[in-house]
């Protein structure tokens, strides 16, 4: 990794405080050993410590604002980003000593470009990754990748993507470029101001727009199609491996024991992929959140254009590789909260009272819950949710098993398109969506496969934990694996509702060409 030397670009302590409110750590607690995740978000940095067996020792989180300077911009200076972890930090070691602490892992939100100069500070503010001022050079790079044959590249390239902002930069802000030595994302800016050192993990550079999957390395094809010279690009190594320890500035700044061992860290994506066993023991995960995430591993390590979801490389040691890859359902546990408060106006009690297993699939009711748009199917932030076979006979429990149904049909397709399907090893649930033995049940049935209800911790926070702990542990991975990865609950499909869905979710796959054309961009 490049190093940088201590003591450039740490500010002072005095300006830790201001203007941010504090949240407290939960509780109070003497540990043997607890490992430290750090998780960088769009608008907080949380914290989290854990002891032997995971269990949660203590939590602390700092809040901050972005800046918007134009519509669709959003930046923040990454300093501020640092004075709140370090507040955070402190905050948590007022319940666990400085000294127990074993390692720290840290991750958080993925793609936001931190252009670093050779003194160690930010040449400009950081560009996050739902910023939008690249809109209008999507197509062109994208075209200009293709052409020189940067496939894996031209796949992800997006707004928000590092690569894109990084041109823009160059073309919109010369001085700030003409200053930036490497770039680092969002979370390697936390560990160069812990430890020292710049570089990133295959997370972060699978994602940048500028990496080939097939070399676990950085595409020279995609720097020539763009004009981005090598000499800005970091380090890449594995996500446990040890970055370095805590500098002394940040042993001051943060109360943490100089030397403390910081890990390279990952994105958010994996991160909160690890707790599930997602990553180590090759499940795959479904999470029922406001919007619903599909993750699991592909086998072959392209990311090309015929297979759906976003692909992310991921390695602990820099050895081993495994090609993780995400798809979303929009609206998800957001659209059965809707349902159920402002529509039927009846309690989550009430509806899980009122379904009936034996109906599962039966019924002239679809639900297509796409009703915010949708990014990985479609690509169509247009589209909106809609009922058809809408009767006098609709009941509420009709039109609630209709939107779990629904989604859950979003998921399969999902499945079918990003090539999970095939195969009859159980799939994970977490979530709050999760506690729903009728949506678990209903899973199972429309895709055919044991549904795992996972109890426990997860997260991305708690995932870089686990990878701090590995990286001081024995080094068997499956060890650190805590009882988040393990079932409470197993539901398995009826086959007779399996029949019936088949057939329902034929008619479900005629609904997307039917009403495109009436939310067309």
């Known amino acids: 990794m490049h190093g940088v030397p201590s003591g450039h670009g740490h500010g002072p302590p005095s300006g830790l405080l201001q203007g941010h409110r504090e949240i407290r750590s939960v509780r109070t607690v003497s540990a043997d050993i607890a490992c430290l995740g750090i998780d960088l978000g769009t608008s907080s940095v949380k914290i989290v410590a854990i002891g032997e067996g995971g269990s949660v020792l203590g939590q602390a989180s700092r809040t901050y604002e972005l800046s918007l300077p134009k519509p669709g911009w959003r930046q923040i200076d990454p300093e501020l980003w640092w004075s709140e972890t370090a507040a955070a930090v402190r905050e948590l070691l007022d319940t666990i000593a400085p000294l127990d602490v074993r390692a720290i892992g840290v991750t958080g939100q ?16 950081a560009l996050m990754w739902n910023d939008v001022r690249t809109a209008q050079m999507v197509a062109p790079a994208r075209d200009a990748l293709l052409a020189r044959g940067a496939r894996d590249a031209a796949a992800t390239i997006s707004t928000g993507s590092p690569a894109l902002n990084l041109c823009w930069l160059r073309d919109n802000e010369p001085e700030a470029f003409e200053r930036t030595d490497r770039f680092v994302i969002g979370p390697d800016w936390i560990v160069f101001k812990l430890a020292g050192t710049l570089g990133t993990d295959f997370c972060e550079a699978s994602t940048s727009s500028l990496f080939d999957f097939r070399s676990h390395g950085w595409s020279y094809a995609a720097l020539d199609a763009l004009g981005l010279s090598a000499r800005l690009l970091p380090d890449i190594r ?7 320890g805590v500098t002394a500035d940040a042993a001051r700044l943060t109360g943490l024991a100089e030397g403390t061992p910081v890990i390279v860290g990952t994105g958010d994506n994996p991160a909160a992929a690890l707790p599930t066993g997602c990553i180590i023991e090759g499940a795959t995960v479904i999470s029922l959140g406001t919007s619903g995430v599909l993750m699991g591993l592909r086998a072959d390590d392209a990311a090309g254009p015929q297979r759906k979801g976003k692909p992310i490389a991921f390695s602990l040691d820099g ?12 609206s998800c546990g957001s659209t059965r909260d809707w349902m159920l408060a402002k529509v039927l106006r009846i309690s989550y009690q009430e509806a899980e009272a009122a379904f009936a297993p034996e109906d599962s699939g039966t019924g002239e009711v679809l639900f297509f819950p796409h009703m915010t748009g949708e990014k990985t199917l479609f690509g169509n932030a247009s589209l909106r949710g809609a009922f058809t076979g809408l009767s006098p006979e609709a009941t509420a429990a009709v039109l609630d098993r209709a939107v779990m149904e629904g989604v859950g049909y979003g998921f399969r397709q999902l499945m079918d398109e990003m090539g999970f399907t095939g195969g009859r090893d159980p799939v994970r649930a977490v979530g709050g969506g999760a506690r729903s033995d009728a949506w678990m049940q209903t899973l199972a049935n429309i895709l055919d496969r044991p549904m795992q209800r996972m109890e426990g911790e997860t997260g991305a926070g708690y995932g870089a934990a686990l990878l701090a702990c590995m990286a001081v ?23 007779r509702a399996v029949r019936r869905h088949d057939e329902r979710y034929r008619r479900y796959l005629r609904m997307h060409d039917a009403l495109v054309d009436i939310y067309r961009d």
């Open 473 to 495: 542990g024995e080094g068997d991975p499956e060890r650190a694996l805590p009882s988040s990865a393990r079932p409470s609950a197993v539901f398995t499909a009826d086959e």
């Open 319 to 330: 050895r081993a590789f495994s090609t993780l890859v995400q798809g979303v359902v929009q």
């Open 238 to 244: 594995g996500s446990r491996e040890v970055a370095g």
């Open 110 to 125: 993925m793609h936001t470009l931190v252009p670093v100069g050779a003194d160690g500070r930010a040449a400009h503010a």
